[in-house]
């Protein structure tokens, strides 16, 4: 994933962590999800097109949340920013062969494997990613501090060494 869909996901979080409050600004939601005002508004604009938010311009304007966080698959919200999905460019729909098909063994078992992968993910809501998210020992929303992520990357490295 391109890190816009990433930066994407945190502005969905955001708003349904927010209860769906009514409309919230594009100055609100980038100061409250750390992402700058530019970076917001792309995010925004791709999210509203896509008919997962929407708009109200004006005084009281901003956006609003218009998915059901329960029953949004997370391809949705991947497709998206980045277009049809598929694990390898002979997979993705409506792109041509790639140059080496002719010569390629495995093209005829990546289709069937990329459609179990994105059926997979199919399966995964905003919710449950939300849910997944909460479950994090950190809470969810919270930033981990530069410390606790060395910390943590340390720990990690430590592990696969002893393995």
């Known amino acids: 994933m391109r890190r ?64 059901d966080p329960t029953k949004t698959s997370i391809v949705t919200i991947i497709e998206a920013f980045e277009g049809p999905l598929g694990l390898t460019e002979c997979t993705v729909p409506g792109l041509a062969r790639c140059d080496s098909h002719e010569f390629c063994s495995l093209e005829h078992a990546w289709p069937s494997i990329s459609d179990a992968v994105i059926e997979a993910l199919r399966g995964v809501t905003l919710q449950d990613l939300i849910d997944r998210g909460a479950a994090d020992p950190a809470g969810p929303g919270t930033k981990r501090t530069d410390e606790a992520a060395r910390a943590g990357d340390k720990a990690a490295s430590a592990s696969r060494l002893d393995a």
């Open 4 to 67: 816009i869909t990433d930066q994407g996901f945190r502005v969905l979080v955001h708003l349904v962590e927010h209860g769906g409050e009514g409309v919230s600004t594009a100055r609100s939601i980038a100061e409250e999800t750390g992402l700058p005002a530019a970076t917001t508004a792309k995010v925004l604009k791709v999210l509203q097109r896509s008919g997962l938010l929407s708009s109200t311009r004006g005084l009281c304007g901003g956006y609003a949340l218009e998915c």
